[in-house]
């Protein structure tokens, strides 16, 4: 299968950025971890972080027609505002799993709405960067090849 990690704005500070909130493990290192796990598996994972809105739906766009068969992202703070990165997973029709490494339901009210929450497969919240591998986990689950 083909899987597609999307991480959202300020996470490629992580291990850096609010520790206690968000862990000490870098993006990178969850990337890698993604990478090798698929490839021991004979599976495809393609990763994109951004900062920018755009760039993650025109990646979106693509992975139709790159045939991904799964999406896994963390919208980070678009979660709580973006309806064009909602419609854009509604555009290409490819089932996706919301993950967050912080409770967002323990934080500021304005974290507990999520554009996307009601359109994904599932949502994972909490578990840190452990969210990510369980998503794939999930996501191979779900996949037919
Ligand atoms: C986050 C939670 C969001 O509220 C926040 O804006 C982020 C990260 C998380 O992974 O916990 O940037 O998505």
Excluded: M
């Excluded at 609010?18 to 090798?36: F, S, V």
């Excluded at 029709?93 to 359109?119: A, C, G, M, Q, W």
């Amino acid at each position: 299968a083909s899987i597609l990690v999307l991480h959202g704005p300020n996470l490629n500070l992580l291990g850096t950025r609010e520790p206690g909130l968000y862990g000490a493990t870098g993006l990178e290192d969850i990337n890698r971890q993604l990478t090798e796990r698929c490839r021991e598996l004979e599976h495809h994972l393609l990763c994109l972080q951004s900062n920018a809105e755009y760039e993650l739906i025109e990646r979106i766009h693509e992975a139709r027609g790159e045939g991904v068969d799964f999406i896994i992202i963390n919208p980070a703070a678009f979660t709580h505002t973006s309806v064009a990165l909602r419609d854009a997973l509604l555009a290409v029709d490819i089932p996706f799993i919301e993950v967050h490494l912080s409770n967002v339901y323990k934080r500021e009210p304005f974290r507990h709405t999520s554009y996307f929450s009601d359109i994904a497969e599932g949502v994972i919240c909490g578990l840190g960067a452990d969210g990510y591998q369980l998503a794939l986990t999930a996501a191979l689950a779900r996949c037919k090849s």
